[in-house]
């Protein structure tokens, strides 16, 4: 059913994308486990990482700038927050791309933090569901201020590095940019901490209609926000807010949730609690909604940095 039928309802992407449960036993299972090789294909890559002890206050979604907590009252008043900003880039890749070109190609990505300020956390991988964009990968970064991010868009070396070593190996692609509030600690706004060195990132994307943009969009976003607050114990980190690039993507809202385990992604995408939300909230305003996740492989993190060191 497609996503974007003004006719059909709007399903939820994660109802849409979600398997069948694993066994409670497994849900947090040593992750260490389930990487045991260092092929690209399947896998993503992540640095820089810490779970949210207090939750985020999320910032309005209707780009005015003010900021509101969940149900309109503080997580914690006395935890202080850090606005940043999280920047989002989606590649539909060619069918031909060989595992060798692919590796090239997320290579260079990876490696752009090293060659140019601004980017303070990042991770990368192959999409590993089918999706209406047909998106076949994601690049996440955080930077700590718009105007990071702005010279970091125009720096030339990271424009050679999307002409010399992406494009060549896509036929399109989009971006998503927004601002959200993190704990104002070191391990909360860069993103470090054993916790963010496995796991699975999920980016979900919203579409909503011109007359839902205001106080219909912005409950909406809040109960998500709300949402990931009760089902922390299985989430490291979310972020939510309103898409603020000036490209060419539909997108009008976007959240990228960090989960511990594969199992804890299916579990909260599964609830009822969260199938509820989206029915009541988001459906009657959503005309097209998009969800990606990738795998974050340490062993690969590891490969990756001796590459670096040799």
């Not at 060195?197 to 909406?220: K, P, T």
């Amino acid at each position: 059913m497609p996503l974007c039928s003004h006719c059909l309802p709007i399903t939820s992407p994660f109802l849409a994308l979600a398997p069948r449960l694993s066994s409670p036993s497994k849900l947090f299972a040593s992750p260490r486990s389930r990487f045991l090789g260092l092929r690209m294909r399947n896998k993503g890559m992540d640095i820089f990482l810490r779970p949210r002890r207090h939750g985020v206050r999320v910032r309005s979604s209707s780009g005015r700038g003010d900021n509101r907590t969940v149900n309109n009252a503080p997580v914690d008043r006395f935890v202080k927050r850090r606005k940043i900003v999280e920047h989002v880039i989606l590649l539909q890749a060619k069918v031909e791309l060989s595992d060798v070109d692919e590796k090239d190609m997320l290579d260079f990505m990876y490696t752009s933090q090293y060659h140019m300020r601004g980017i303070i956390a990042l991770s990368l991988g192959r999409v590993e569901d089918s999706n209406v964009d047909n998106i076949t990968h994601a690049v996440y970064m955080r930077f700590q201020r718009r105007e990071d991010l702005a010279r970091f868009s125009a720096n030339p070396h990271f424009l050679e590095v999307l002409k010399e070593h992406v494009f060549p190996y896509c036929y399109g692609s989009l971006s998503v940019d927004f601002e959200s509030e993190v704990e104002d600690d070191m391990l909360s706004i860069f993103r470090r901490g054993e916790e963010f060195n496995y796991g699975v990132e999920c980016v979900l994307l919203i579409s909503v209609f011109e007359a839902s943009l205001g106080h219909a969009i912005e409950d909406a976003m809040l109960a998500l926000q709300s949402l990931m607050e009760e089902f922390r114990s299985i989430i490291v980190q979310g972020t939510i807010g309103s898409n603020f690039s000036n490209g060419d993507s539909e997108y009008t809202h976007a959240a990228i949730i960090r989960f511990y385990t594969l199992q804890a992604f299916e579990m909260f995408r599964c609830s009822p609690k969260y199938k509820d939300m989206w029915k009541s909230k988001f459906q009657p305003i959503t005309k097209k909604s998009l969800l990606i996740h990738f795998t974050v492989d340490p062993v690969l993190l590891l490969f990756l940095s001796k590459i670096l060191l040799m």
